[in-house]
């Protein structure tokens, strides 16, 4: 036992040390002056307008500053649309995904899972290995692991292990959805002024029209965004969870 525990304390430490020390606000507060400092951000969500609706507003300012974006979506929403065969409604929600993208001025990657019958395996993990490899994140940002919705759940936890398993280690950000109904235990430690690029976030929700967009707001993203601008300071803001030592020192590895 006391050498498990001395095994678990060496990896926190030696993956603690591994971590990059690039910052989300020192990236956000750093404009690239020539193409050699953009810096590539990934954000891996479970379904079209997860990514969105949790962090689009940090995404839009982002490319702003100067960065390439790239949104992962683990499934294409083929159980999200009542009445519609999955492939149809996989075919609806590609594209609102890719209209969103086009808003937000990212890249969008389809992970080939299926919704709400997410699976988390040996293959699925060499999967988004692979995706995110190709990507070369310096950053990246998943789900919150402890969430109600399994495919939420399924795409932070390939999305650690990912973090885990890569040498030399990107930034990983948590977000949240649906705080309090789906996104459960979230405190954030950073947080973004999304003030200009609340509208333009918005923009990119109303492109998913099979989801009810105002429904989406109103299960509570309006309201996060303004009291997390109340916690920040600022008119309105989002949240993040960071992946430190410490939190990794409390999950079960």
Known sequence: MEASKNSRRAFVKSAAAGMGVLTLPGLLNAKPSNPSEKKKIVCVGGHPDDPESGCGGTLAK???TGHEVTIIY?????????????????RIRKQEAINACKILNT?????????G?????????KHLQSLL???KPDIVFTHWPVDSHKDHQCASLLTIQSWIRTPNKF?????EVCTGEQTLGFHPDVFVDITDTQ???RKAVYCHVSQDPPGIYGCGHAAMEDFRGREFGVKAAEGFVQMTG??????AL
């Open 62 to 64: 982002l490319v702003m």
């Open 74 to 90: 683990l499934t294409t929403g083929e159980a999200g649309i009542d009445g519609k065969s999955h492939d149809e409604a996989a």
């Open 107 to 115: 890249k969008p990657v389809f992970a080939g899972q299926i919704d």
């Open 117 to 125: 019958d997410t699976v988390v395996s040996n293959d699925t993990l």
């Open 133 to 135: 490899a190709e990507e």
């Open 171 to 175: 930034s990983l950000y948590f977000f």
């Open 199 to 201: 509208e333009t976030k």
């Open 246 to 251: 410490k939190l990794m020192g409390g999950f």
